[in-house]
């Protein structure tokens, strides 16, 4: 299986920036389409963005579109997370995840299809 590790979390002020990077294991990484998801505290975890295998297609929450951008380096085993213009209500802990795809367009959305996940990294968004 697919080991992956977020990072770049923090603490930013409303209307600042993050980088989030998720690294991921193995030599298969192009095999995996990949998503990000938030949960906040007493809350469900929810889908913020997710890229397909190859990278040319993504999909993003309404809650975050324009603001957010996914993006993935394959040669680097590596998607990322630019966040911009954060806002409090985006405070959450930022999870990574992977699944296999057959097809290198495939977008996934749905929490319950992926199989691997991160630990997580907490991006907190001050007022």
């Known amino acids: 299986q697919v080991q992956l590790a977020e990072s770049g979390g923090g603490l930013v002020q409303a209307g600042g920036s993050l980088r989030l990077s998720c690294a991921a294991s193995?030599?298969?990484?192009?095999?995996?389409?990949m998503g990000w998801f938030r949960q906040a505290p007493g809350k469900e975890r929810d889908f913020v963005a997710a890229i397909s295998r190859s990278g040319d297609s993504s999909r993003y929450a309404d809650s975050v579109k324009g603001r957010f951008t996914i993006s993935r380096d394959n040669a680097k085993n590596t998607v990322y997370l630019h966040m911009n213009s954060l806002k409090p209500e985006d405070s959450a802990v930022y999870f990574c995840?992977?699944?296999?795809?057959?097809?290198?367009?495939?977008?996934?959305?749905?929490?319950?299809?992926?199989?691997?996940w991160g630990q997580g990294t907490q991006v907190t968004v001050s007022s």
């Open positions: 193995g030599r298969t990484f192009s095999n995996y389409a």
């Open positions: 995840a992977a699944v296999p795809t057959p097809q290198g367009h495939t977008i996934v959305v749905l929490t319950g299809l992926y199989e691997y």
